[in-house]
Every structure is written in structure tokens, then in C-alpha cells.
């Protein structure tokens, strides 16, 4: 599976950003977004199920981001709403049959991923 993440920009706090992955080949598959800040480790930050009725959230997000897909169109969204400066990472999206695995960090591929800048 071919990942391209797209969306990214600057933004001041509070602001909002909405992020695609589009995904080519292979089907039946879980999607999910992960972000590194600089200096950081890559982290967990959503993922949704096949069918989209499996959708799980990092803590530091809940509330704030909503994750969703478009099968039809291969296409997974991440709304990001009241954003913050520690927000700033490049965010990545990847895949796995398991949405466990995935969580974990599990992905056959990962993409360019899509820079998110936050500014207080």
C-alpha cells in the first residue's frame, strides 16, 4: 500500500487543519495517524477500522481531532480542531489489517507524512 498525506500547514493556536492520506492498493485494511514532534518519538494519534466502526484516539487528542475515511475514495481525513503548539509534528499515516498492530505502530508503509506547524 502506497501512503500520501496531505494537509499540513502553519496555524496559530485554536486554529483548525484538516488532513487526507490517500492510500493505493489493497483493500480491507485499518488507517490511522501518527505524528513526530522534533526530538521525539513517533506517536499514536488515531485510527480507524475498515469499516470505520472501530475508532480509537491518543488522550492528548480526544475531543479535539476526528478521524474518518472514505472508502470509495481510499481516503482517510484527520480534522484537527483547537489545535496547539505542542500539535506541531509531522504527521504520517499508515495501515495494517489490525487495528492493534497498528496502534502499536505496526505499518507496512508510512509515506512522506505532512508538516503541521502550531504557533502560539
Known amino acids: 500500500v502506497q501512503l500520501q498525506a496531505s494537509g499540513g500547514g502553519l496555524v496559530q493556536a485554536g486554529g483548525s487543519l484538516r488532513l487526507s492520506c490517500a492510500a493505493s492498493g489493497g483493500s480491507n485494511y485499518a488507517m490511522g495517524w501518527f505524528r513526530q514532534a522534533p526530538g521525539k518519538e513517533r506517536e499514536f494519534v488515531a485510527a480507524?477500522?475498515?469499516?470505520?466502526?472501530?475508532?480509537k484516539y491518543a488522550d492528548s487528542v480526544k475531543g479535539r481531532f476526528t478521524i474518518s475515511r472514505d472508502n470509495v475514495k481510499n481516503t482517510i481525513f484527520l480534522q484537527m480542531n483547537s489545535l496547539k503548539p505542542e500539535d506541531t509534528a509531522i504527521y504520517y499515516c499508515?495501515?495494517?489489517?489490525?487495528?492493534?498492530?497498528?496502534?502499536?505502530?505496526?505499518?507496512?508503509?508510512w509515506g512522506q507524512g505532512t508538516l503541521v506547524t502550531v504557533s502560539s
Open positions: 480507524i477500522s475498515w469499516r470505520g466502526i472501530i475508532i
Open positions: 499508515a495501515t495494517n489489517s489490525y487495528m492493534d498492530r497498528l496502534e502499536r505502530g505496526d505499518s507496512g508503509s
